[in-house]
């Protein structure tokens, strides 16, 4: 039988409209598995509340929730203006770490005298504006030429596509941010602008010794980490990867964005990680209460590529409609899923421990063979279900651990619908049959398959797979 159930989760960004326990609640119903903590915006005392009823709502509702931190990273802005100030092809200008607003000399809130180099271009207010550097006037201040007429703002954001920052990624802000997560429920840290993968094992050496279980996104945005070579080690490096477009448009050019995506998504299935597409997938329902056509494709497009996870922005965070919003969004993905299959991956083989990438290709095969309900996965760490998900399997992953953690982690893989139960050697049956009972596979003897260990709760030792009949 089918089981009306969505494979691509959603991932929505908290904001004013959306930061209290009922909507929080409501968003979760809607179809929402995760939540997004912008970092660039707020303080603790707001991310306090947000954690909170997130996870009270989870508990209520009965389905684990992902919580994802996500860090500014280097994301250079413009500082205080004492008025917009309109700039011309030709202009030269003065970006000072250490000055006011005072004619063409413009305050920034990064020293980029320490970083760019003469002829590197600076692209501000989101490309707007495109400049290249002159010169380095002094220690703390840099000469731009002006490429194109516009205007100048406060606090607008500034992209260098072409420096490198030399690992220089996590700031003083990152690093009080990622101090303040080591003692939050949080599932997933994603970084900004990183470069190339050892910008992910710093940032795991970091939580790794503040005792976080929280697992790393890497958040693709600039050209260095688009790179041949470099994009598959960070890749192998995280344990996500989030396409996020708009950044990733700016600096690299927004004719890029579709093919690095489908790139992202490939390489994510090829090594068992988690792909999230992120920015604009829906951004005409900030004011609208439909989508339009482009921004159905665009979604309908993530989840033919199989894509894990799509991301809701500013829709959730600022828009009138996010309730509206995530259900126009599930109704695509339940429609296309319905209709389409997953892209097969041509140039790319999955590339997991052998072992136990082959118990998860033989169960992925057998379940299709024999047309059973569903796929479970008694896993600890969750890996074992998301070594099933990379095959994209075109049924439910049930996921059961002894691990809340890993729970809340796979709400955002795909096809996983988790549960936390006790290890046992028949945790996996007794979630099936708990499930039969409820009618989650409806009336008809239903055929599961069930994938397994010798020795429960111990990672690493999925070896078994059962085929069980539930009259």
């Given amino acids: 039988m089918s089981i009306i159930f969505k494979r691509t989760k959603i991932l929505a960004t908290l904001g004013p409209p959306t930061s209290n326990p009922e ?36 508990k209520k509702i009965g389905k684990p929730v992902a919580i994802l931190q996500d860090l500014q990273g280097p994301k250079i802005r413009l500082g205080m203006l004492n008025e917009n100030t309109p700039v011309k092809t030709g202009d030269e200008i003065i970006l000072d770490y250490a000055a006011e607003h005072n004619g063409m000399t413009f305050p920034v809130q990064y020293n980029l005298a320490e970083k760019v180099k003469p002829g590197e ?16 006037v002094s220690d703390t201040a840099i000469k731009l030429r002006v490429e194109n007429d516009g205007t100048l703002m406060s606090k607008k954001g500034i992209n260098l596509p072409d420096t490198d920052f030399g690992g220089d990624i996590l ?10 997560g080591l003692t939050k429920d949080i599932d997933y840290v994603a970084i900004s602008f990183i470069q190339s993968a050892d910008d992910i094992n710093n940032l795991r050496q970091i939580l790794v010794a503040g005792g976080s279980q929280a697992q790393i996104v890497a958040k693709i945005e600039t050209k260095a980490a688009i790179k041949d070579g470099v994009l598959e080690d960070i890749v192998k490096a995280s344990d996500g990867v989030m396409v996020a477009r708009g950044d990733l448009a ?101 590339s997991l421990k052998k072992r136990q990438d082959a118990i998860s290709t033989a169960a992925v095969s057998l379940a299709e063979q024999l047309n059973v309900s569903a796929i479970i996965a008694e896993t600890k760490s ?15 992953i049930i996921s059961v651990t002894s691990e809340l953690r890993s729970a809340q982690q796979l709400a955002l893989s795909y096809a996983n619908r988790s549960y936390v139960r006790p290890d046992s050697a028949e945790a996996g049956f007794e979630i099936a049959t708990e499930l039969k009972a409820q009618g989650f596979f409806g009336d008809e003897p ?26």
């Fill in 382 to 396: 969750g890996s074992t279900a998301a070594n099933i998900a990379a095959h994209r399997p075109n049924l439910p």
């Fill in 121 to 136: 271009p600076i692209y501000i207010f989101d490309g707007k504006v495109r400049t290249s550097v002159i010169e380095i």
């Fill in 171 to 180: 700031t003083p802000k990152d690093l009080k941010d990622i101090e303040y």
């Fill in 250 to 350: 700016v600096e690299a050019g927004a004719e890029i964005v579709p093919i690095v995506q489908r790139r992202i998504i490939a390489l994510c299935r090829k090594h068992g990680k988690l792909s999230i597409v992120a920015t604009q997938m829906m951004a005409s329902m900030v004011d609208n209460p439909e989508p339009t056509r482009a921004e159905v494709s665009d979604v309908a497009n993530a989840v033919i590529q199989g894509a894990d996870t799509v991301m809701l922005s500013d829709e959730t965070a600022n828009g009138k409609y996010p309730l509206q919003t995530v259900a126009a969004m599930k109704k695509v993905i339940l429609y296309t899923q319905d209709n389409a299959p997953v892209a097969t991956l041509h140039d790319e083989i999955i």
């Fill in 446 to 471: 239903t055929t599961v398959i069930i994938v397994s260990g010798q020795q429960p709760g111990i990672i690493g030792t999925t070896d078994t797979i059962k085929v069980r009949v539930l009259e």
């Fill in 23 to 58: 909507m929080i609640e409501q968003l979760a119903l809607a179809g929402v598995n995760g939540f997004r903590l912008n970092f660039s915006h707020g303080d603790y005392a707001e991310r306090d509340d947000q954690i909170t009823w997130i996870r009270d709502a989870s």
